[in-house]
């Protein structure tokens, strides 16, 4: 695959993610407003979390597609954020659960450590690429 | 592990995103294996040499470190 069509199929690729991150963001606002409006309602929630978990995915896929277009470099970049993103996730999960158990928090949201995990993964990857392309 | 990227890439005057380019690497990959942060994989290494029409061997060399 020469530069150009590698170059035009990324474009396609980061165009899709995008698009799946309007998908999430939608099904998440949906089945959201769903949990608070039809609380009541079993079947509602449950499609709600479905649909959820639907617009998830793609996402997911989206990304990894994403990560293996790239030359081995770049994969080695986003292999380090990753575990430096799972390390920072584990090290605050278990502080957190530290702290819970000796009575200074009440709990946490499990909202809160999905935003730990994407901002450690975020800055992981700022951080390798300083690191190897500096 | 060291390399003579940089000599050879000096010696046919190709620039970092000429040898990126031949060998379907990002420039960046190419400056962070001369700068020794990055030790390409073996296909990777493949490519370089054959690049340079040389042998993997005459490129990348094993440190005592390694």
Known sequence: MSHNQKSGSGLRLLVRVSGTVILWGVTYAVASSIFSRHSASLKLRAGAVIIAVLGFIPWQLATVKLIRIHDEFTRRIHLIALAGAFAATGLFIFTTDMLQRAGFIDYILLRTIWFVMLGTWGLAILAAEWYYRR | ?66
């Open chain 2, 1 to 66: 592990m060291k390399n003579s990227l940089r000599v050879l890439r000096a010696e046919r005057n190709w620039s970092q995103a000429e040898l990126s380019m031949r060998v379907g690497v990002s420039r960046q990959a190419i400056n962070a294996i001369e700068t020794g942060r990055y030790d390409p994989g073996l296909p990777l290494a493949m490519k370089i040499a054959r690049a340079f029409e040389r042998k993997v061997d005459d490129i990348f060399e094993l440190e005592d470190s390694d």
